[in-house]
């Protein structure tokens, strides 16, 4: 193998790493929370106002009641779900309060995708998975409790 052969290999590989890292959905945005002994995925994909506030409520009452590192909280929106996270939706604020308390925040990317949306649409503290029930489902083989208000 010449040199210029093991560099063009270097160079593929190098190059297949960095679109992987910059074009694929990730878990990033994901928090440790190591003194938490619950976990809670909650979902939301239903596009009313009134489901957006009542899964916002109940995040609200677990967080307030087990307090945010005795619990790790995570909301994961995908299909019309996905409006609540949306950069300006009437809940940013909210969604913002929630997140600063610990809870992260979940956007799917095959919704993303179906939407045309992008991470720039969403609101800045939410974190792109690449599919909403995929992540559900992880959370869940991890032991976490599922919420689906």
């Known amino acids: 193998m010449t040199f210029k052969s093991v560099h063009n290999r270097f160079a593929a590989a190098f190059a297949m790493m960095a679109l992987l890292m910059f074009a694929a959905p990730s878990y990033a945005g994901t928090q440790s929370h190591a003194f938490a002994t619950h976990h809670v995925v909650f979902q939301i994909s239903n596009g009313s106002a009134l489901e957006q506030r009542l899964v ?10 087990y307090g945010p590192t005795k619990v790790q909280i995570e909301i ?3 299909g019309p779900g996905l409006r609540l996270l949306l950069k300006h939706n009437v809940h940013s604020k909210m969604i913002q309060s929630l997140h600063a308390e610990g809870v992260e925040i979940a956007a799917c990317h095959n919704t993303m995708m179906k939407m045309h949306l992008t991470k720039a649409d969403l609101n800045p ?15 869940e083989s991890e032991g976490w409790n599922y919420i689906r208000p």
């Open 56 to 65: 916002l409520a109940n995040v609200a009452n677990v967080l307030k009641y």
């Open 76 to 78: 994961v929106a995908f």
């Open 125 to 139: 503290v939410a974190h792109v998975v690449p599919g909403g029930v995929i992540e559900i489902m992880r959370r």
